[in-house]
């Protein structure tokens, strides 16, 4: 992570919101080394996003636009500001507002009924690049009968997967076992 302020570019002006955050409220991330690497970053985002304070801002300097992060930070009650510096060189910053977070939802599985016991049906998405382990998961939803769930096993906590089940209706909760895998049942 970086203390860097400086977001200027092509696009529309500063929302007020973030105009005046002083600096030491700013948390900023590169990852464009990381995706020119051909690395996934979107692990690293999120633990940077799980380290905010509430009244602290994030900006996050990427080669391209990652429109699908705009869903998962508005779920955590994010709004955004972007801008295009250049060629391979966005700027995105994330910010709180009141309306957001009023509007928020409750963490993911927060609030959900426990998952069903008994037997699931195993999705072992493991060692797939995305998008294939979320694609993996999708197509085995139909599987899930009446009281039944399925537990898929993935390299990475599947973020952009938990927009997609809230919007089928499935409810899910994610644990991170001690063999560095992610387990996450799925359940309606």
Same mark, same amino acid.
């Not at 302020?5 to 948390?27: K, L, Q, T």
């Not at 955004?80 to 963490?107: L, M, N, V």
């Not at 076992?177 to 309606?188: A, D, L, P, Y």
């Given at each position: 992570? !970086?203390?860097?302020?400086? +977001?200027?570019?092509?696009? $529309?002006?500063?929302?007020?919101?973030? &105009?005046?955050? @002083?600096?030491?409220?700013?948390?900023?991330?590169?990852?464009?080394?990381?995706? &020119?690497?051909?690395?996934? @970053?979107?692990?690293?985002?999120?633990?940077?996003? !799980?380290?905010?304070?509430?009244?602290?801002?994030?900006?996050?300097?990427?080669?391209?636009?990652?429109?699908?992060?705009?869903?998962?930070?508005?779920?955590?009650?994010?709004?955004?500001?972007?801008?295009?510096?250049?060629?391979?060189?966005? +700027?995105? *910053?994330?910010?709180? *507002?009141?309306? +957001?977070? $009023? /509007?928020?939802?409750?963490?993911? $599985?927060?609030?959900?009924?426990?998952?069903?016991?008994?037997?699931?049906?195993?999705?072992?998405?493991?060692?797939?690049?995305?998008?294939?382990?979320? /694609?993996?998961?999708?197509?085995?939803?139909?599987?899930?009968? /009446?009281?039944?769930?399925?537990?898929?096993?993935?390299?990475?906590?599947? !973020?952009?997967?938990?927009?997609?089940?809230?919007?089928?209706?499935? %409810?899910? %909760?994610?644990?991170? *076992?001690?063999?560095?895998?992610?387990?996450? &049942?799925?359940?309606?």
């Amino acid at each position: 992570m !970086m203390n860097e302020s400086s +977001c200027h570019g092509e696009g $529309a002006s500063m929302p007020e919101a973030i &105009r005046n955050v @002083p600096d030491d409220r700013r948390v900023t991330l590169d990852v464009r080394d990381q995706v &020119r690497a051909g690395q996934e @970053p979107f692990q690293r985002i999120m633990q940077t996003v !799980m380290s905010l304070r509430d009244d602290q801002v994030f900006t996050l300097y990427n080669i391209f636009e990652p429109i699908p992060l705009y869903g998962v930070m508005a779920q955590r009650g994010f709004a955004h500001w972007t801008q295009k510096r250049g060629p391979e060189d966005w +700027c995105i *910053t994330f910010y709180r *507002t009141d309306a +957001c977070s $009023a /509007a928020a939802p409750a963490p993911a $599985a927060a609030s959900r009924p426990a998952p069903p016991t008994g037997d699931a049906i195993v999705v072992d998405a493991r060692g797939l690049e995305p998008p294939q382990p979320m /694609a993996k998961i999708l197509e085995n939803l139909p599987r899930i009968t /009446a009281g039944g769930q399925i537990l898929a096993m993935t390299d990475r906590r599947p !973020m952009l997967l938990y927009p997609k089940l809230e919007e089928r209706g499935f %409810s899910f %909760s994610t644990e991170e *076992t001690t063999n560095g895998w992610f387990e996450t &049942r799925i359940w309606k």
